[in-house]
């Protein structure tokens, strides 16, 4: 065998074994997650899925779900619930197979980009580890962000493939991984954009045209979007923007990529601005440090992948989840990592590279361990809430009850939302469905205004982490 046969097996047998511990590493500092349980819009999620699931899910197709427009996100939760019934554990395990899947996508495009090497190994191992997954992955109801990273990522690659001398089956596998991100949620309008940057900004000879494609995929969507369905969208209310609440929404954001505990343990803005000026001179140093076409591809990347947080500025609360960055922090990682490579070379001829790569992934992967501690606890006190409201409940002759008295997103608790708390119950206690269970004078609630008469107040109080009492207020 020649030794160029023998050179290429090796390296596709070690980039083979790079996968699956990329793999192995997503899954297991995730694995705790799958005790955490179902938190806030989870039961508003399972509650539409406890008749009819495929059925419910199919029709998502046609019309709006919950006000979204989001198919393909709606299907995996109806398969789960075929597989795993009320089971939270396999939820979990459905959001943690997908982070696995993008974190080796991932390590894929950035070889793929020309990243030097080990910068695409150590670019996939800190987002396998990174904390930014605590509100899209260890949240079931977070996945809408994993499934839509997952098909722009795998869209991108393709188009790589395509241009670097691949077959039409290449471009077709864009054109099908943008129609599935833009079905899974909004924000798979990413990969059109990273399409057009990596067109414009490829190594002569230049071709736009193979984006044309991937643009007409875009427009059929929006067309049936708009005209079909009426464009459904939570983002449509008046612009409205707060530059205060505004501009701390964006650096908590730009800060979860440095140091991401997401305000959970406690929220400092010296330390988010410490986090954010980090991840800018890491960002920076790849830049100047890059190829030339390799960096200005990158810097393209990572600036279109911040589109749809600009929808944000309507809502500058919602800047504050952290599952908003989960794609932006993957584009941001390719930058980092580079960055890192180069000022580890540049300082001690590259020996400071494996010690700062794994002190790296150490801090990432021990803050996504405390938010996954943190919000284990707070689905046992969901439990706990759905189960002391329940035996409540039925230990009264009434028939219509509202509930009230627990605090949501506070002190780091992620409870419930809205009337969840109700849907959380009845999910829990079925033999209570003929009983009508709504919250009330709570956010989200269906009714703010004076108790109706005939309803029953159940007042929950929390003593720190612990249900203190459940009392029934005429």
Known sequence: MPDTSRQGLAASGRADREAVAIALLAGAIHAPSLAIGFLSDDFDLLTSFAQAPLSQALAAFAQPFSGEFRPLYVLSFAFDHQLWGLDPAGYHLTNVVLHMVCAVLLLR???????????????????????????????????????????????????????????????????????????????????????????????????????????????????????????????????????????????????????????????????????????????????????????????????????????????????????????????????????????????????????????????????????????????????DIADGIAAAVQASPARRFAVTGYRDMEDGMFLFHGDTVGEAVLLRHPELGERTLQCWGTYGCPFNGPRPSGVLLVRVRLDGWRVASVTLEP
Request: proline content about 5%.
């Open 109 to 383: 495009l950035a070889r793929r980009l020309g990243l030097p090497e080990p910068a695409p190994l150590l670019a996939a191992a800190l987002f396998a580890v990174h904390g930014v997954a605590i509100g899209s992955v260890d949240w079931i109801s977070g996945r809408v962000d994993v499934l839509a990273t997952l098909f722009v990522l795998a869209g991108a690659t393709a188009f790589l493939r395509y241009q670097q001398g691949g077959r039409g089956s290449a471009l077709l596998m864009t054109v099908a991984c943008q129609l599935f991100a833009l079905l899974s949620k909004e924000t798979g309008l990413v990969l059109a954009a990273w399409v057009l940057a990596l067109a414009a900004l490829a190594p002569r000879p230049r071709a736009l045209w193979p984006a044309v494609p991937v643009l007409l995929a875009v427009l059929v969507h929006v067309a049936y979007w708009r005209w079909a369905l009426g464009a459904p969208t939570h983002y449509a209310a008046p612009l409205d923007v707060h530059l205060e609440e505004t501009w701390a929404g964006l650096l908590r954001l730009g800060a979860i990529a440095g140091f991401p505990l997401s305000g959970a343990l406690w929220h400092s803005v010296a330390v988010d601005r410490l986090a954010l000026v980090t991840v800018c001179a890491l960002a920076l140093a790849g830049f100047i440090g890059g190829e030339r076409f390799t960096r200005w591809r990158l810097a393209a990347l990572c600036a279109a992948s911040l589109l749809p947080v600009l929808t944000l500025l309507r809502m500058p609360r919602d800047l504050y989840h952290s599952r908003h960055a989960y794609l932006p922090c993957a584009a941001l990682l390719l930058l980092c990592a580079l960055g890192l490579r180069s000022l580890a070379q540049r300082s001690a001829g590259g020996r400071l590279l494996l010690p700062a790569g794994v002190a790296a992934a150490l801090m990432l992967g021990l803050a996504l361990q405390l938010n996954i501690r943190l919000w284990g606890r707070s689905g046992a006190l969901a439990r």
